[in-house]
């Protein structure tokens, strides 16, 4: 099939292309690399059933059909892009996921949204489950990524039932993996990075709240098992096994065989308490489940930024 992925330089999307060519779909990427990494997909060039185009989704987007699947993946992903460029994470999510509707209704294509666990806000039901409707602040330093995605999941759902438009929406829970940049804030790339350069790593609060983790490799299973189903509500995709932060760091520390002093700093503001997604949905929809443990998906992380960023001097 002929597919496109917006945001397909980024840390998932390029594992999900990689995974799509792999199948032997054509590929067609595009980003405007405002976060994702070129060289993230410069690999897949000789496949020949791969193409970049660098370009923002909220822009008149210079693809046409006929496709088949849209994933679309771009947005910026994290505290800090979502502080210093709010107005850029609100017009992705808004601009951009309807430029991508209006491209999947055109070419009648199944277009799968990549929202996200933040729709849940503080949430107060746990773990979180898809009837919860959230808890969020729509005017805190959160709240472009959290309110975007959850504008952009109510039009995905309005285009489905006003156009016919064939949708899936997927809520990522916390991912991790090789090529999340080690700059991006992310608790995972950050900690490993200092732990490997002997630096104290940050923990905001007191590093009680609670995240559950998901290998990248799992989490793109769980996207193309759903582009593929009958089912055009949210689903939940996430590991949920829970655990504090504070735990992480130590955990990070001893798999890097680091020496590093845990540094606490003050709490961010709207930083969730507890996250923990309820995947039984997509259990029983989709067989879906994580399989990769989290030590050998962290030591797997922390190889990478040994070898592959130490090479580029990040």
């Given at each position: ?49 791969f193409r970049f185009i ?36 609100l017009r992705a999510a ?189 259990k029983r929809l989709l ?28």
């Amino acid at each position: 099939m002929r597919m496109l992925v917006t945001g397909g330089a980024g840390f998932l999307g390029s594992h999900l292309a990689d995974r799509l060519v792999a199948d032997g779909h054509e590929v067609i990427c595009l980003d405007n690399l405002s976060s994702g990494r070129r060289r993230n997909v410069e690999h897949l060039d000789a496949s020949g059933r791969f193409r970049f185009i660098e370009a923002d989704v909220v822009d008149p987007l210079p693809v046409r059909g006929p496709l088949d699947r849209i994933y679309h993946l771009a947005s910026p992903v994290t505290c800090i892009h979502h502080v210093a460029r709010p107005i850029a994470t609100l017009r992705a999510a808004a601009e951009g996921t309807r430029n991508v509707l209006d491209l999947a209704t055109e070419c009648g294509a199944v277009m799968l949204l990549a929202s996200t666990s933040e729709v849940y806000g503080d949430p107060l039901v746990h773990p979180q489950v898809e009837t919860d409707v959230g808890h969020v602040n729509p005017i805190g330093l959160r709240s472009p990524y959290d309110e975007g995605k959850r504008f952009a999941e109510a039009l995905t759902v309005a285009y489905a039932r006003q156009r016919g438009t064939k949708v899936r929406i997927a809520r990522i829970f916390n991912t991790y993996g090789p090529r999340m940049r080690p700059d991006d804030g992310r608790a995972i790339p950050t900690f490993i990075v200092c732990a490997l350069a002997g630096r104290p790593l940050p923990v905001f609060g007191n590093g009680r709240q609670t995240r559950s983790f998901c290998y990248v490799s799992d989490m793109i299973e769980g996207l193309v098992c759903l582009a593929e189903a009958q089912y055009d509500r949210p689903v939940n995709f996430g590991n949920p096994d829970e655990m504090t932060v504070l735990e992480l760091a130590r955990e990070i520390q001893a798999l890097a065989g680091a020496s590093s002093a845990l540094e606490l700093r003050p709490p961010m503001e709207d930083d969730p308490v507890r996250r923990r997604p309820d995947i039984a949905l997509a259990k029983r929809l989709l067989g879906w489940e994580p399989k990769v443990p989290r030590a050998e998906g962290l030591k797997r992380t922390i190889k990478y930024y040994r070898t592959e960023e130490s090479l580029c001097g990040l």
